[in-house]
């Protein structure tokens, strides 16, 4: 049982840790160029931050998944909670590419608030599962809210 659920744990982080991977790879897209031409709000951390948190908020939330998959199979549990949680990753790495890829600001600003939403929705169905789970997930959105702020900040200064 331990096996299992270590394998669960292992299986979320690499999960969660790609869409980071992939969403690391489009805002390198324009991180060193486009985005340091825009109005930023008084508010913005060094960009050195940002890499280190979301490194470890995808791990976070790869644990917080894993927890959650190993309950599921465990108890026969209702799946609803994969389905907000996969279409907040899903939104998550969306973000990126909008936001970086495409430099659009104000698109990325509607993404990042329905993402604020799945989100939220996710930690709901995840306490139902299991309560650290969905406990882990208050930094992410946290964060998130936090960077909600940013973006809305910079579509307000451009």
Not at 51 to 76: C, D, E, H, S
Not at 106 to 130: A, M, N, S, Y
Not at 139 to 156: H, P, R, S
């Amino acid at each position: 049982m331990k096996l299992k659920f270590w394998i669960c744990i292992s299986f979320g982080i690499t999960i969660c840790s790609g869409v980071g991977l992939i969403a690391g790879i489009a805002t390198q897209t324009s991180v060193n160029t486009w985005y340091l031409t825009l109005e930023k709000p008084f508010f913005t951390p060094p960009s050195l931050l940002f890499a280190p948190v979301w490194g470890l908020l995808y791990v976070l939330m790869g644990i917080a998944l894993g927890r959650v998959i190993f309950f599921i199979t465990q108890n026969k549990l209702n799946k609803i909670s994969l389905y907000y949680f996969g279409g907040q990753l899903l939104f998550n790495g969306l973000w990126s590419f909008i936001f970086f890829g495409l430099r659009n600001p104000i698109l990325g600003l509607l993404v990042i608030i329905f993402l604020l939403f799945l989100i939220q929705r996710t930690i709901k169905w995840f306490r139902i599962i299991d309560v650290l789970s969905a406990q882990i997930l208050y930094a992410y959105f946290i964060w998130v809210i936090f960077a909600t702020l940013l973006n809305a900040g910079i579509v307000l200064l451009n």
